[in-house]
C-alpha cells in the first residue's frame, strides 16, 4: 500500500513561555529552581493536555502544543483559548499561594504539515508551517500574563470569546500582521436561528412520546452525520414538553477527554457518593431499598465500590445495577414522565449503551432520545422491539436548505449546492466571508470526522478523493496501491461508516466537503504525482476531459515547479497535458460550455511547448468565443493564431474557415475588421483549400465569404449569391454531410433575403435531415431560419413552438446569442399584440444590455427594444419609449430605420428616414416603411413600401397579407372605406392591425 506519512491539517499552535523574576530565581537558587520549573511544566502539561491538546516539545524554559494533531476535534481553536484561559489562571491563583511563575501565550491556527509517525511516537518534529513560526512570534511578542492571538485563530473562535484587538504588528520574519488580546473565554450566547423543516422525524419522535406517556419505556435515536442537526432537533421537540416531563439532560464525549463515568455524573448530578445518599435519600422511604440504589448508582457512576456488588458474579451485579436505576427512574417518573436526552451516545463507554437497552427494554415508564452517528445503530447491540425508534436524518430539501441558508445570511445556488443540505454546512458556508474558502467551523468538524478512522482507511479515503467525488473500487486500490479485494472490503466498511454512499458505478463520497477536507490533507507532491499516476497510467487515452482535469492537477503553478523540479518527464507530461486540454476545450466549446472550454484552452496555452501548440491553443480560444459571439476576442486570437502559424510554417486551411465563420457576425463586432482585410483572408482561404484539393473546407469558406457578403450588402443578395451556389457546389461534391447542411443553411438565407419564402420550407427539410453533427451555433441558426419561415407563413403557433426550443438553446451561450433568440419570440408576441410581454422582454434586454458591457449587441437587441418602444408608444408613454430607443446599440445598426415606427407613432420629425427609404433596402426593411408611411397618413409612401417588398408579397402568407392590408389603409387615407385588415386578423397578426390603425402628424 502507498503508505501516506504526513498529512496538511488544520491545526493550533500554542507557544507557553513560563517566566520569573530576576530576584526570584537568586532566592530560591539553580537546583530549587530546576525543581519548580519541572513541577510547574508537568502541572502546565497536564492542563493541556486535559483540554485535548498535544505537547510537542519543550524549549528551554517554553511549551510547544498542537491542537489538532495528531486527533482533531470539531473546536480546536477554541479549546487552545480555554487552555491558554486555564494556564493563566493557575499562575494566578498559585502566586497567591508563594508560586513563582507566570505564563506568555501566542497562538495561532493555520495548516501544518504532520508528520504521522512523529505523532505516533516521539511528537517531536511533528508539524510543520507558517502557522508554527507566527505562534513562536506572538508569544515573544506577549507580557507575562498576556495570551496574544492571531488572525485565524481569531476568525475560528469570533463570538466564542471576549478579544480586545491590538492593531497590525511586525513579527519578525513574517511581515505584518493584525494581533489580538485574550480577555476571557465565552461570550454573548448567540442567536438561534429558527428551526426549518424536520416535520416528519417531529411527528415519530411525538410518536415514541406517546407510547412512554402511556406507560412504556422507549428509546429513540436520532442518528446521522455531523451537523445534520440531531442535537437541535431534540431541542427543539423536547422544548415544548419540558413543562409536562423531567427532562434530564447529559452529552458523553471520548473516553480520554472526561473519562467513562462522566455522562453518568451528569444525569445523576452528583459527584460524591455522600451527595449521592442525600438525593436519594429524600426519594426513598425505605432504608433497605436506600441503601441498594445508592450502591447500585454509585458503582454505575464509578463514585464508590459497594462491597456486596463486588461479591457478585458480574451477571448479578449488572442486574443489581440496572434495577437501582429502574427503581430511581421509576420514583423520579411518578409525578411526570422521565425523558432521558444523551446527546452523542456514539462516544459512551458499552456499559452505559448496555444499560440504556436495559432500561428501555421492559422498564420503568421513560423516554430515552439519543442522538449518534449513522454507524451506532449497527454496532451498539440494541435490540429491537415496538418500543425502539431510529430516526436516520437525511439532508434538508432544497426549498428548506435555501430557506435555512437564506436566514444565516446568503441562500444563494452556490451555498445551497455546496452543503447538499447539511444544516451545519448550509448555515455556516452561508456566514462566510469568503465564498470559495471551507469555514474553519467546518474544517474542524470534518476533519474530527475523518480522525475517527484508522491512519490506513484514512489515507485510502484521501488517495480515492484524487479520483474525485464518484470513483470505483478499482480507482481506489490503483491510486491507494493496494489489493482490489482488500480495496473493497475497507469502501465497503467506510460506506457503513457513512463517509461514502453505494452507487451503481461504484462510490460516492457522502459529502462533497469530506471530500475536500480528505484531499486536502494529501501533501502537495503526494497529490501531484498521484494525479500524474492516474492520468498517465489509468484513464482512458480518449477521456480527454478526465485528463485535462488531472494533468492540471498534477501540473498546476505554482507547486509544480519545485514539486516536479528538473524531472526528466515533466517535458512529456506536459505535452500530455497540451492534448488532453486542447482537446476537451475543443470538446466544450462544440457544446456551448463555452466558460470551461475557455478555461480549458487557456490552460493549454500554458502548457504550449512551440508557435505550433501556441497556433492550436489561439484557434482553439477563437473558436469558443465566437460561440458565444465574442467577436474581437474571437478575431483576436485567431489572427493571433495565423501569424504564429506564418511564423511556424504552412497555415492549416481549418484556420482560414474559422477566421470567415468569425468574420460573419459583423453585428458582434465592437471593432469591425476592414472589408479589405476580411476580403484578403477570404481569398487566401479559397487558394489554400484548392491548393490541398479539400473541397469540404473550401465550401466552408465559400459558404461564410458570401455570408459575409449578405451582412455588408444586405440590400444586394445578388453579391453572394455565386459564392453561396459555389458552396452548395463543392459541398454536394465532397460528399460531407456537415459542409453540405451549413452551405444550405446559408442558401436559405440567401432565397429568404430575396424574397423566395416559398423555397426555404423545402431546403430546411433537407438541413433538418442532417443536424446530428452540428454545433451548437449551427443549430441555433437552423432554429432561427425555421422560426422565421413560420413567422412569414403565417403560422405563429408554429414560431412558438421553435422560439422556444430556440430560447433553451441560446440561455447558456451568452447574452449576443440570446439576444437573437428574444428578437423571434418579440416577433411573435408583437404579431399577436401581447404588449405586457413585448414591454417585459425589451426591458429585460436593456437591462442585458447594460450589464453586459464587455459584449457588443447587433439588429437583434436592437429589433426587441423598437418593440417595446412601439408598446411605450401604443400606451401613450412617451418618456419610457424614448428611453428605449436610446438604448438601441448603434453598432452595424441603421437607427433611423431600426426606430422608423416608433419614432412616427410618437410624432418625431425624421427627415434622415425619409433619406434611408430612398435607397434599395432589404424586405423586411420595407415592412418598417409601410407601418411609418400609414402611421403618419402617407398613401403613396405606403404602397410604394409595399411595392418595394418584391416577391416576399407573393410567396408567404404575411407578405400577401401585409400587402392586402397596406392596400387597404392606403385607400382608407385616400377617403374610401375603413381598412378591415381580414387577411391579417385571419393568420392571427392583430398586434400589427392594432399598429395600423394609429395616426400621428410629425412635426418637420
Avoid at 506568555?104 to 504539515?113: P, S, Y
Avoid at 496555452?605 to 473558436?623: I, K, M, P, W, Y
Avoid at 459558404?703 to 444586394?716: A, I, T
Avoid at 408579397?953 to 392606403?970: K, M, R, Y
Wanted: negative net charge; charged residues 25%.
Amino acid at each position: 500500500m502507498n503508505a501516506v506519512r504526513e498529512e496538511r491539517r488544520l491545526v493550533t499552535c500554542m507557544f507557553v513561555d513560563v517566566v520569573g523574576s530576576t530576584e526570584l530565581t537568586m532566592r530560591l537558587g539553580a537546583e530549587r529552581l530546576k525543581r519548580e520549573l519541572g513541577a510547574a511544566f508537568a502541572e502546565l502539561s497536564r492542563i493541556i493536555a486535559e483540554h485535548g491538546g498535544t505537547v510537542e516539545k519543550y524549549i528551554g524554559d517554553a511549551i510547544y502544543a498542537l491542537f489538532g494533531a495528531p486527533r482533531a476535534h470539531e473546536d480546536d481553536a477554541l479549546r487552545a483559548l480555554r487552555a491558554a484561559e486555564a494556564l493563566r489562571e493557575w499562575c494566578v491563583t498559585g502566586k497567591a499561594h508563594g508560586h513563582p511563575f507566570a505564563v506568555r501565550i501566542g497562538l495561532e491556527t493555520g495548516d501544518a504539515v504532520i508528520d504521522l509517525e512523529a505523532a505516533a511516537s516521539t511528537r517531536q518534529q511533528m508539524s510543520v508551517g507558517a502557522v508554527v513560526n507566527i505562534a513562536a512570534r506572538l508569544q515573544q511578542r506577549a507580557e507575562p500574563g498576556e495570551i496574544l492571538v492571531g488572525p485565524t485563530a481569531h476568525e475560528a473562535t469570533a463570538g466564542a470569546a471576549e478579544l480586545e484587538p491590538l492593531g497590525p504588528a511586525e513579527l519578525k520574519g513574517i511581515g505584518t500582521l493584525p494581533v489580538w488580546r485574550l480577555v476571557r473565554v465565552g461570550g454573548p450566547p448567540a442567536r438561534a436561528l429558527p428551526f426549518v423543516g424536520r416535520d416528519a422525524e417531529i411527528a415519530l419522535l411525538a410518536h415514541a412520546y406517546a407510547r412512554a406517556e402511556k406507560g412504556r419505556s422507549v428509546l429513540a435515536v436520532v442518528s446521522g452525520p455531523p451537523g445534520q442537526g440531531k442535537t437541535r432537533l431534540v431541542q427543539e421537540f423536547l422544548r415544548e414538553r419540558g413543562a409536562a416531563s423531567r427532562v434530564i439532560a447529559t452529552r458523553c464525549r471520548p473516553a480520554d477527554e472526561v473519562g467513562v463515568f462522566a455522562p453518568i455524573r451528569e444525569i445523576l448530578g452528583v459527584t460524591t457518593l455522600d451527595a449521592l445518599a442525600e438525593q436519594i435519600g429524600r426519594l426513598c422511604t425505605s432504608d433497605v431499598e436506600c441503601e441498594r440504589v445508592v450502591a447500585g448508582l454509585a458503582e454505575s457512576a464509578g463514585i464508590a465500590t459497594s462491597r456486596s456488588l463486588a461479591r457478585l458474579p458480574a451477571a448479578e451485579r449488572t442486574d443489581e445495577i440496572v434495577q437501582a436505576w429502574r427503581r430511581y427512574l421509576g420514583i423520579l417518573g411518578q409525578d411526570q414522565l422521565v425523558v432521558l436526552a444523551i446527546d452523542d451516545i456514539h462516544w459512551a463507554d458499552a456499559s452505559l449503551v448496555h444499560l440504556v437497552d436495559r432500561l428501555t427494554f421492559g422498564g420503568p415508564r421513560i423516554l430515552v432520545v439519543a442522538t449518534a452517528r449513522p454507524e451506532f445503530a449497527e454496532v451498539a447491540g440494541i435490540r429491537p422491539s415496538g418500543d425502539r425508534f431510529f430516526i436516520e436524518l437525511e439532508g434538508l430539501d432544497n426549498a428548506e436548505a435555501r430557506e435555512l441558508a437564506t436566514l444565516a445570511g446568503r441562500g444563494d445556488d452556490r451555498v445551497v449546492a455546496r452543503a447538499e443540505g447539511n444544516p451545519l454546512f448550509l448555515v455556516e458556508l452561508a456566514r462566510a466571508a469568503h465564498g470559495d474558502v471551507l469555514p474553519l467551523t467546518l474544517q474542524g468538524a470534518l476533519g474530527a470526522r475523518l480522525d475517527q478512522l484508522s491512519p490506513p482507511d484514512r489515507t485510502l479515503l484521501s488517495l480515492a478523493a484524487v479520483a474525485g467525488d464518484r470513483f470505483t473500487a478499482a480507482d481506489a486500490a490503483f491510486l491507494g496501491q493496494r489489493d482490489l479485494v482488500e480495496t473493497g472490503s475497507t469502501l465497503a466498511r467506510l460506506a457503513d461508516l457513512h463517509f461514502l454512499d453505494v452507487s451503481e458505478l461504484g462510490y460516492r463520497f457522502h459529502h462533497g466537503l469530506v471530500r475536500d477536507v480528505g484531499y486536502g490533507r494529501l501533501l502537495a507532491v503526494e497529490r501531484m504525482r498521484a494525479h500524474a499516476r492516474f492520468a498517465s497510467e489509468y484513464l482512458d487515452p480518449q477521456d480527454s476531459a478526465a485528463l485535462a482535469h488531472h494533468w492540471w492537477e498534477a501540473l498546476r503553478p505554482p507547486d509544480a515547479e519545485w514539486v516536479w523540479g528538473d524531472d526528466a518527464a515533466l517535458p512529456g507530461m506536459r505535452r500530455a497535458a497540451f492534448a488532453a486540454h486542447l482537446a476537451a476545450g475543443k470538446r466544450h466549446a462544440g457544446h456551448a460550455a463555452v466558460d470551461q472550454a475557455l478555461e480549458l484552452l487557456e490552460r493549454a496555452l500554458s502548457f504550449a511547448s512551440d508557435d505550433r501548440e501556441r497556433a492550436e491553443a489561439e484557434q482553439g480560444l477563437g473558436v469558443a468565443y465566437r460561440q458565444v459571439l465574442r467577436q474581437d476576442d474571437s478575431w483576436e486570437h485567431l489572427t493571433r493564431a495565423l501569424d504564429l502559424f506564418r511564423a511556424h510554417g504552412a497555415v492549416p486551411v481549418d484556420l482560414y474557415v474559422e477566421l470567415m465563420q468569425s468574420a460573419v457576425f459583423l453585428g458582434a463586432f465592437v471593432r469591425v475588421p476592414s472589408e479589405d482585410q476580411l476580403t484578403r483572408i477570404g481569398e487566401e482561404g479559397i487558394r489554400a483549400a484548392k491548393a490541398e484539393g479539400d473541397l469540404r473546407l473550401l465550401s466552408r469558406i465559400l459558404e461564410s465569404r458570401g455570408e459575409l457578403l449578405l451582412n455588408v450588402h444586405e440590400d444586394e443578395p445578388d453579391l453572394a449569391r455565386p459564392f453561396i451556389d459555389a458552396a452548395v457546389e463543392a459541398a454536394e461534391a465532397s460528399g460531407d454531410t456537415d459542409a453540405r447542411r451549413i452551405a444550405l443553411l446559408a442558401k436559405v438565407r440567401l432565397v429568404r433575403t430575396e424574397g423566395r419564402i416559398d423555397e426555404t420550407g423545402p431546403l430546411l427539410d433537407e438541413v433538418s435531415r442532417s443536424l446530428e453533427g452540428a454545433d451548437a451555433l449551427e443549430r441555433m441558426r437552423y432554429l432561427m431560419a425555421r422560426a422565421g419561415d413560420a413567422w412569414t407563413r403565417g403560422d405563429l403557433v408554429g414560431a412558438e413552438a421553435q422560439t422556444r426550443e430556440l430560447v433553451a438553446l441560446a440561455e447558456p451561450m451568452g447574452p449576443h446569442n440570446q439576444t437573437h433568440a428574444w428578437t423571434y419570440v418579440s416577433d411573435t408576441l408583437v404579431a399577436r399584440g401581447d404588449w405586457d410581454a413585448v414591454l417585459g422582454l425589451a426591458h429585460r434586454t436593456a437591462r442585458l444590455i447594460a450589464a453586459e458591457k464587455a459584449s457588443a449587441f447587433c439588429y437583434a437587441a436592437g429589433s426587441v427594444l423598437r418593440d417595446g418602444a412601439i408598446a411605450h408608444a401604443l400606451r401613450g408613454d412617451r418618456e419610457e419609449a424614448l428611453a428605449l430607443m436610446r438604448a438601441i446599440p448603434t453598432n452595424f445598426v441603421r437607427i433611423d430605420v431600426m426606430a422608423a415606427v416608433p419614432r412616427a407613432l410618437l410624432g418625431l420629425a425624421s427627415p434622415e428616414t425619409d433619406r434611408e427609404f430612398a435607397s434599395p433596402r432589404p424586405w423586411w426593411d420595407w415592412i418598417h416603411a409601410a407601418f411609418r408611411a400609414v402611421i403618419l397618413g402617407r398613401p403613396d409612401d405606403a404602397e410604394r413600401a409595399a411595392h418595394e417588398m418584391g416577391r416576399m408579397t407573393t410567396t408567404s402568407a404575411l407578405g400577401q397579407a401585409f400587402a392586402d392590408g397596406i392596400h387597404e389603409a392606403a385607400t382608407e387615407l385616400r377617403g374610401g372605406p375603413p381598412a378591415s385588415y381580414d387577411a391579417l386578423r385571419r393568420i392571427g397578426f392583430v398586434g400589427w392591425i392594432e399598429v395600423l390603425r394609429r395616426r400621428a402628424d410629425a412635426e418637420y
